[in-house]
C-alpha cells in the first residue's frame, strides 16, 4: 500500500505510540475505551436524525417529513459505509502497531485517507447522476423529489 501523506515519525511520536498500546492491559478495559466512542457517534448520528424528523414534522407537510427521512438513510448508509472502511483499516494498523513496524503504520494511514477521499468523490458522482434512481430505490414519495 502507498499512503500520499507523509508523516515524519520521531522518538518522542513512537513513545506516544507506545503510551496509547491497546495490545497491552486489561483487554474489557481496551475493549470499552475503543468501543465507547464508536457507539456514542452512531448514537448522536441517529438521535440527530430523529430530532431532525420530530422538527420538521411540527412545522412542515408530510413531502418535507418523506425528504427529511430519505436523507436520513442516506447519512445513514454513508456512515455505515465509512464506519466499515475505517474498522478494516484499523485492523491493518493494529497489526503493524502490534509489530512494531511504524512506517508501515503511516502508510496504511495515508492509503486510508486517499480511498476515504476516492470514496467520497465516486459517491458524490453516483449521487449526482443516479439521484432520481436511487431515490426510487429507497422508495421516496414522488412529492419529496
Known amino acids: ?11 518522542e511520536d513512537k513513545k506516544v505510540m507506545k503510551e496509547k498500546n491497546l495490545t ?11 468501543a ?8 448522536l448520528q441517529s ?17 418535507s417529513v418523506a425528504a427529511v427521512s430519505t436523507g436520513t438513510q442516506v447519512t445513514q448508509i454513508v456512515t455505515s459505509l ?4 475505517t474498522l478494516g483499516s484499523t485492523i491493518i494498523i493494529g497489526q503493524y502497531m502490534g509489530s512494531r ?8 494511514i495515508g492509503t486510508t485517507l486517499t480511498v476515504f477521499a476516492l470514496t ?14 436511487l431515490l426510487e430505490l429507497l422508495s421516496t ?3 419529496a423529489f
Open 120 to 133: 467520497a468523490f465516486i459517491l458524490t458522482i453516483i449521487m449526482l447522476l443516479f439521484e432520481r434512481q
Open 47 to 63: 438521535l440527530y436524525g430523529a430530532v431532525d424528523l420530530f422538527v420538521v414534522g411540527l412545522y412542515c407537510g408530510a413531502e
Open 101 to 108: 513496524q511504524y512506517e508501515k503504520v503511516k502508510q496504511t
Open 82 to 85: 465509512i464506519t466499515g472502511l
Open 1 to 11: 500500500m502507498i499512503g500520499f501523506i507523509l508523516i515524519d515519525s520521531t522518538a
Open 24 to 34: 497491552e492491559g486489561s483487554v474489557l478495559k481496551k475493549l470499552l475505551l475503543f
Open 141 to 143: 414519495p414522488k412529492e
Open 36 to 43: 465507547v466512542p464508536f457507539f456514542i457517534a452512531n448514537l
